[in-house]
């Protein structure tokens, strides 16, 4: 399914003497991908990464107030979230579970009828397996439109000292963020949330166990 987010910010000068100076409102939309991984009753469970699911981060207020400074400077935000099925049909969400450290998340919508959920995979994949994501590369998909890629599994990769993730050898542009990576079972195994820097042919996602321990 494509997510679209819609983030209302507000970036209060505390300092400033002046009422121009004091306020400044930003509003955008951007887009993201996720996989629904269950239906419960009258609600469903849609698999995606976390900066998705959460309000603009330092980074990005930072792009838009460069002058930023958390000692004088306090932002207000407000993120909604609508989810568009094959069909076209819309859905409004919210984040029901999310971890920015390994960057999972998962929202809640009402039922999305039509369309079966994905079951996560019981076991990682081993390095070399063919994998395939499903996503919608800077919002290129419409009704009926899916973009399917095909790659492999190439292992556990450290960006740092401290962290980890899983790497994949898919094209990637923005709007990839959360798209579920499955095996050739259909099973989900991994979701992209980043790309390498230099080269973006390498995709960076949260690792099967990372998944399994937030749903």
């Not at 991994?190 to 790309?195: A, E, M, P």
Request: hydrophobic share 40%; glycine share 8%.
């Amino acid at each position: 399914v494509m997510i679209r987010s819609h983030t209302d910010l507000m970036v209060i000068n505390t300092t400033a003497t002046t009422a121009a100076a004091r306020w400044m409102r930003f509003s955008f939309v951007s887009s993201g991908t996720g996989a629904i991984i269950d239906h419960h009753g009258k609600s469903s469970f849609v698999l995606t990464a976390a900066h998705i699911c959460d309000i603009a981060s330092k980074k990005q207020i930072k792009r838009m107030v460069p002058e930023y400074n958390e000692k004088v400077h306090r932002v207000l935000s407000s993120k909604t979230h609508v989810i568009l099925n094959f069909y076209g049909s819309s859905y409004q969400a919210t984040p029901l579970v999310s971890n920015p450290q390994t960057d999972v998340c998962v929202l809640l919508t009402p039922r999305i009828e039509g369309i079966k959920a994905l079951r996560v995979a019981n076991t990682a994949p081993y390095k070399g397996e063919k994998v395939f994501y499903m996503g919608f590369p800077r919002g290129l998909g419409q009704p009926g439109f899916v973009p399917t890629f095909e790659g492999f599994y190439a292992g556990i990769f450290r960006p740092d000292r401290n962290h980890y993730c899983a790497g994949y050898t898919f094209p990637l542009a923005p709007g990839s963020s959360g798209s579920p990576i499955v095996n050739i079972y259909g099973e989900v195994v991994g979701i992209i949330h980043s790309y390498y820097p230099i080269f973006d042919n390498i995709a960076l996602g949260a690792t099967h166990p990372q998944i399994k321990y937030i749903i």
